[in-house]
């Protein structure tokens, strides 16, 4: 099977860098995607990594280890409107995308 | 563009009725589109993939037979919960792929929530 495990809540204040981790295990594994989700909202595509190291996309980055099977988001430079719970996603060899257990980001003044 | 439109957004029914959610891609062509369900503070589960002119594939666990899925066109997918109870009340959510975009990009509705008495 899939699992892709995240903490459940991070706090962080405004102006603040937060990273949100992502460990996961799975059968096939084509990249580390990351969504944002407002609540009651749709998510939103934010970054996808196929190969190791950094992508960055302007205050967000996000990084993988694919020997490790990790990988983390990279928040810089905290708004309000960050407040949003963030998930990483996998797809393998099937044409699905599986979500991880989501992390709760609460922005604080 | 890639836009995805789902309606209703929100949806109150007695136990035992049927609610019928549609989705559509309004600017492309989605062969594929994905069904989500989501509880209060908790991960998106896949529930189906939904294919165009043929039979969706269910996820291990869901009842086909309770979760309807047809996808008879090539912007149009719709989950019909059949006979809903309580334990169904939940957030919907479709998504889809749009055409030249990558295949980890899904394009979400904006989901439905389903509330039975």
């Known amino acids: 099977g899939q699992s892709l495990e995240q903490p459940s809540e991070v706090t962080a204040v405004e102006g603040a860098i937060v990273q949100i981790n992502c460990t996961y295990q799975?059968?096939?594994?084509?990249?580390l995607s990351w969504y944002q989700q407002h609540d009651g909202g749709a998510p939103t595509f934010l970054s996808y990594?196929?190969?190791?190291g950094l992508e960055e996309t302007g205050r967000f980055s996000s990084f993988l280890s694919r020997s490790d099977s990790y990988g983390y988001l990279l928040l810089q430079e905290l708004q309000m409107k960050d407040s949003a719970s963030y998930f990483c996603?996998?797809?393998?060899?099937?044409?699905?995308?599986?979500f991880g257990t989501g992390t709760l980001l609460a922005v604080q003044p | 563009g890639a836009v995805v439109s789902q309606h209703p957004s929100r949806v109150i029914c007695k136990s035992g009725t049927s609610v019928k959610i549609e989705c559509r891609s309004l600017?492309?062509?989605?062969?594929?589109m994905f069904w989500y369900r989501q509880f209060p503070k908790q991960s998106l589960m896949l529930m189906a993939t939904?294919?165009?002119?043929?039979?969706?594939?269910?996820e291990q666990g869901v009842e086909k037979d309770k979760f309807l899925i047809n996808h008879a066109s090539l912007t149009l997918s719709t989950l019909t919960v059949t006979s809903a109870h309580p334990e169904d009340s939940s957030f919907y959510i479709c998504?889809?792929?749009?055409?030249?975009?990558?295949?980890?990009?899904?394009?979400f509705g904006s989901g439905t929530q389903l509330s039975v008495l």
């Open positions: 998504s889809a792929r749009a055409p030249g975009q990558r295949r980890e990009k899904l394009f």
């Open positions: 600017d492309f062509q989605a062969t594929t």
């Open positions: 939904s294919n165009e002119g043929s039979k969706a594939t269910y």
């Open positions: 990594n196929a190969l190791d």
């Open positions: 996603a996998v797809g393998g060899a099937t044409n699905k995308l599986i």
């Open positions: 799975t059968s096939g594994f084509y990249g």
